[in-house]
């Protein structure tokens, strides 16, 4: 369920009203499904490494010091740990701004505040009260958007309150597809580059949860390729068919999403069906993005503490950060994650739209370079298992390596273009231009760097002196076998369930 709907938050519902304006509803659709299918061949990869051996602190950052050289464990360890860092206040941030659209007396500030202690809170606590409540979070995002297609459905034939039947008139008026920067072909194709750009943020850093929940879940080696084979449905109906169904009940040109607001206001869903003349559900789609920011903001916090947990594990942290609490939990690493919720209260001085676009542009590098990163760990690990003759993989894919390899491709491109716009005369401003890039140079002095420390270090481990066995003995002894359910169909279920 967390691989279902753990990091989906305000980037999809909120984000991808201003992505629509951008690119309108060809090119926003086409972009999801493209990057829907580079996110895929990445988790298939890296779900491949996971499986294989997942230990406790199990983390992409940890895949790579082990499968590649300490230098990438290093580099990739602290991207994480500042880049999921900074987007939990970007969530906090989303959903005091989703809060603000019924006008509240109060000041955004308390909202904040609130919401803080909440997700600080859950994850000081031991790890299966993370779990339940993400289960359930998670549980509502699902149920929310599956109301969401349906409703979006049955605007398409003209069930709203005026029997309107929508189809794909947006389509046709203002167009499938927007210009932007310029005008014509070039036009188009510029808003068709800033679309697949924007369209990466709602994916930013949902496959690594699935690696980081492998070291602490039950039977890991047989649950996380379980986890892969479904992602596949999460991707086409939940991120798809929200873009196909925003592309149906809200025109791109719509001034709530043009005008480049952040708040709930500017949620393609909430647009659409108030223009449909549907009363209260605005206000109820506007509580479950708040939910979702508020599970997002817990997923978040949860990757940053842990990658800083891992990065000390493997020597490239402080050793107090891999201190724990009887029950598990990595306190002093939860606390240090902790601290970049403050940055939550730059929204109460600043312009929200202004302060929203800082955190996507800067975390939409951090995330390419993540999966960059991600493609080459796989690759390596599969050069270590053919070196050594190892056939027993739990998970293995028949995209790879090839996915890995068009994966790098895509995400090197993205990365290169996030910021392309700043470079136009009337939109250049430095402060755009530092968030879009500022996260390549940051990476690549901590690589370096570590590259410079570790002087004699090869830069990549011959596949040969890979470690690919210490740990594998305390794994498999603590597999538990596939329970066997006898009896009728209804059992079955409630087991299941349970």
């Known amino acids: 369920m967390i691989a279902l709907g753990g990091t989906i938050g305000t980037g999809l519902f909120v984000g991808s009203g201003q992505t629509l304006a951008r690119g309108g509803p060809a090119f926003i659709l086409g972009s999801y499904i493209f990057m829907s299918f580079l996110i895929f061949c990445i988790v298939s990869a890296i779900i491949e490494v996971a499986a294989y051996l997942p230990t406790p602190g199990s983390s992409m950052n940890l895949f790579g010091y082990r499968y590649v050289s300490r230098s990438l464990g290093f580099a990739m360890g602290w991207l994480y740990f500042y880049s999921l860092g900074i987007l939990v206040p970007y969530e906090i941030t989303a959903a005091g701004l989703v809060i603000e659209y019924w006008n509240p007396p109060v000041n955004i500030a308390v909202w904040i505040s609130i919401m803080i202690v909440v997700i600080v809170g859950l994850n000081a606590l031991p790890v299966r009260f ?237 995330g390419f370079i993540s999966w960059i990163c991600c493609g080459i760990v796989y690759l390596r690990f599969r050069k270590a298992c053919r070196a050594q003759n190892i056939t027993d993989l739990p998970y293995h894919s028949w995209l790879q390596p090839y996915g890995s390899y068009m994966a790098i491709t895509g995400f090197t491109f993205l990365c290169l273009i996030n910021g392309f716009n700043v470079f136009w005369p009337q939109n250049w401003n430095a402060s755009s231009f530092l968030t879009a890039y500022i996260g390549i140079p940051i990476f690549l002095v901590i690589y370096f760097g570590h590259r410079i420390w570790a002087w004699h270090d090869p830069w990549a481990y011959r596949p040969e002196d890979v470690d690919m066995q210490t740990g594998m003995a305390e794994v498999l002894a603590e597999e538990i076998p596939p329970k066997t359910i006898e009896g009728p169909w209804w059992k079955k279920f409630s087991l299941i369930w349970q």
Request: proline content about 4%; aromatic content about 14%.
């Open 130 to 366: 993370y779990g339940e409540t993400e289960f359930w979070f998670a549980g509502t995002k699902v149920i929310m958007m599956l109301g969401l297609l349906m409703v979006s459905f049955i605007l398409f034939w003209g069930g709203g309150p005026s029997h309107d039947r929508l189809g794909f008139r947006y389509w046709q008026e203002p167009g499938a597809a927007n210009t932007y920067l310029a005008s014509g072909d070039t036009g188009r194709f510029l808003a068709l580059l800033s679309t697949l750009v924007l369209s990466a943020f709602p994916f930013t850093f949902a496959p690594e949860l699935l690696v980081a929940t492998g070291g602490e879940m039950e039977s890991p080696r047989r649950n996380l390729p379980t986890a892969a084979r479904r992602y596949i449905y999460r991707l086409i109906i939940f991120y798809v068919g929200c873009v196909l169904a925003i592309s149906v009940i809200c025109p791109s040109n719509d001034p709530a999403i043009t005008s480049g607001g952040a708040g709930a206001g500017a949620s393609a869903f909430v647009v659409g069906i108030k223009n449909a003349g549907i009363d209260v559900l605005d206000s109820i789609i506007n509580a479950g993005i708040i939910i979702s920011a508020w599970s997002s903001g817990n997923s978040f916090l949860y990757l940053s503490s842990r990658s800083l947990y891992a990065l000390a594990l493997s020597g490239n942290a402080p050793r107090v950060f891999k201190t724990c609490s009887k029950s598990g939990v990595p306190y002093y690493a939860v606390a240090a994650s902790s601290l970049f919720c403050g940055l939550a209260y730059l929204n109460v001085a600043s312009s929200s739209a202004v302060v929203f676009n800082w955190f996507v542009n800067l975390t939409n590098t951090s």
